[in-house]
């Protein structure tokens, strides 16, 4: 089909016609099956341009994944992306290569879909936030109350962690590291740092755990794995609990296999 046709598909989809020329276009589609498959694609693609049809939300079925898509559409970098794709749409519409220019729209389109369900699929089953909610428990931690214990230190740390003051925690934990050996500490000063969002300093007190000497010390990678799930890294995520599961005597070694399967 010629430019003129695709100029008058444009103008016909977005009401820019007169009544008369509306009329005689109906009758030339009436009359051109091919024309009809050109407006319902040309129509479709315009569909994928529109900021409120990007997906059929009513076929999403469960509502907590339609609830993250629709804030996800509602975003600023959702917005951007579409503003983006509506600029590259008007710029080929002024284009004598119509071919092209519906293939590249429809292309465009595409990939918004694409990049838009890959950022809201790991939300649209289960939310890192969620899963660290779900797999962190304090409970795990390894107990570190000594019986009798009159060090000021451990129990001002025991008493700071428990209250989620983290930074007072780290504080006097490594004050009593300094005078006593127990690796077990490093758990919850990882912890702490963890909650304090400084997850290399996290990762590096876990380790001080995993190449210790310590029984409990396959904790250490069950808690590394829960940082690099609150980080969102999938890659060292999979890595860590791979390495749980080679072992079934590792801690939470259950535990790591389910969740390996919810991310891979």
């Known amino acids: ?4 046709i695709y100029k008058k598909i444009e103008a016909y989809l977005g009401g820019d016609m007169t009544s008369e020329e509306q009329k005689q276009f109906d009758l030339m589609m009436s009359e051109d099956i091919e024309l009809q498959k050109e407006v319902k694609l040309v129509n479709e693609i315009n569909h994928h341009l529109n900021k409120e049809s990007w997906l059929s939300l009513k076929e999403t079925k469960n509502k907590q994944a339609r ?6 559409i509602k975003s600023n970098e959702a917005n951007e992306i579409k503003s983006s794709i509506s600029a590259a749409g008007k710029r080929y519409k002024k284009s004598q290569y119509w071919s092209r220019r519906r293939s590249l729209i429809a292309s465009i389109a595409g990939v918004f879909v694409i990049v838009l369900l890959s950022t809201v699929f790991f939300n649209q089953n289960s939310s890192t936030t969620k899963l660290y909610s779900k797999y962190y ?4 931690l390894p107990s570190i109350v000594k019986r009798g214990s009159q060090n000021e230190f451990l129990n001002n740390g025991i008493t700071a962690f428990k209250a989620k003051r983290y930074e007072k925690a780290v504080t006097f934990f490594e004050d009593y590291l300094k005078e006593n050996s127990d690796p077990l500490i490093y758990s919850y000063i990882g912890i702490s740092y963890l ?4 997850t290399k300093e996290a990762l590096s007190s876990f380790d001080k755990l995993l190449y210790s000497d310590s ?4 904790k250490a990678l069950w808690y590394k794995s829960l940082i690099y799930l609150k980080m969102n890294d999938k890659i060292e995520l999979k890595k860590t609990l791979s390495n749980i599961v080679s072992d ?6 259950n535990k790591a296999k389910e969740l390996l399967l919810v991310v891979d």
């Open 215 to 218: 029984l409990d010390k396959s």
């Open 1 to 4: 089909m010629d430019e003129d």
């Open 248 to 253: 079934s005597t590792n801690f939470n070694y």
């Open 195 to 198: 909650e304090l969002d400084k």
């Open 137 to 140: 428990t304090e409970n795990d």
């Open 67 to 72: 609830n993250d898509i629709e804030d996800y």
